[in-house]
């Protein structure tokens, strides 16, 4: 997870909560740097552990194959499926001064279709009503306190309307946010994000069930989902007995502990087994995951990667495949 995060460019605008997004709309190459595609396929002989001894077990992890550099930065991204053969991806961008949604292709050949301001860490879903909802964060005016919002999207994801405040806001704390929403398989929604306690790696992932299908109000679950330090939760699955996801780690170890990719599996998408093992490289930093189920079985994964070090870092948007066990 991002220490700071890009707060700058989503806070000067003005204005109550129920404004559109404003939005741009060009036909461009996502990236004005030179296409360089590299592959590697994890082989790593050092594994990263981290221990956590309330919510790890012994099981199989995923795989990561595939891994290839996009040329693109950003950080936050949220992948989705537009059709057959094309993706829609959100992502935080410094370059484009909001948030960048690109269309791609499923070789992730991509275009900008446009920028939404604002809006930071958004996540979406189509309720069961086939409402095209969406949950990210924003700074409330009122308050002062960056908070989850959500709001109706536009097909496309340009604009939006109707936004309202969950009320779950950060507290004070700059480790907070990144949501992730999920279609419950009773047609209920459930948001899992990230929260920090005090003490070193105290970053914890909490989450809240919507009262009904619609996804407006919400109360917070029990407990947590993952402690001791897990960031960038990422439900890939979430069927009945059969939950999939995957998650990074706070920056707070490093440079000694790179953030990494981790595989998890659940029941109830409550508990969470994982072996606290990374399936990531370590010779790079990976967070913010987010991910497609493909015609294979496989998931299309989308990383922001950066330097395995403390401070301000460059991040970069990597592509890689997860084979699951």
């Known amino acids: 997870m991002k220490k700071i995060i890009f707060l700058g460019f989503i806070l000067i605008s003005c204005g109550g909560s129920s404004v559109e997004g404003v939005t741009s709309s060009v036909e461009q190459p996502a990236s004005t740097e030179e296409q360089e595609t590299t592959t590697t396929t994890v082989q790593d002989t050092t594994t990263t552990t981290v221990q956590d001894t309330t919510t790890t077990t012994l099981q199989p992890d995923g795989v990561l194959s595939e891994i290839k ?75 002062k306190s960056k908070e989850i919002y959500t709001a109706i999207f536009s097909e496309d994801g340009l604009t939006y309307s109707e936004s309202k405040s969950l009320g779950f806001n950060d507290g004070g704390s700059m480790a907070w946010g990144v949501p992730d929403s999920v279609l419950l398989p009773d047609g209920r929604v459930r948001l899992y994000w990230v929260a920090e306690s005090t003490g070193m790696r105290g970053e914890k ?23 001791n330090g897990y960031v960038d939760f990422e439900v890939l699955r979430a069927e009945e007995n059969n939950w999939e996801a995957v998650f990074s780690y706070s920056p707070e170890g490093l440079p000694r502990i790179p953030q990494s990719i981790f595989y998890g599996t659940s029941k109830d998408g409550l508990t969470w087994e994982f072996t606290g093992n990374a399936i990531s490289p370590t010779n790079m930093s990976y967070l913010d995951p987010t991910g497609i189920l493909l015609d294979n079985g496989t998931y299309l994964l989308i990383s922001s990667v950066a330097p395995n070090e403390l401070g301000d870092r460059d991040y970069i948007l990597y592509s890689m495949v997860l084979i699951t066990p």
Do not use: W
Not at 220 to 227: A, F
């Open 205 to 227: 992932i909490v989450s809240a069930t919507s009262d009904s299908p619609k996804g407006i109000k919400f109360t917070k679950d029990p407990g947590y989902r993952l402690e």
């Open 69 to 143: 550099n996009m040329m693109v930065r950003g950080v936050s991204p949220h992948m989705e499926v537009v059709d057959s053969s094309t993706l829609r991806i959100f992502y935080s961008s410094l370059d484009v001064m909001g948030l960048a949604v690109d269309l791609c292709d499923y070789e992730l050949n991509c275009i900008r279709q446009g920028v939404v301001n604002r809006v930071q860490d958004l996540t979406l879903i189509t309720t069961v009503d086939g409402v095209r909802r969406g949950y990210y964060v924003e700074l409330n005016p009122n308050t």
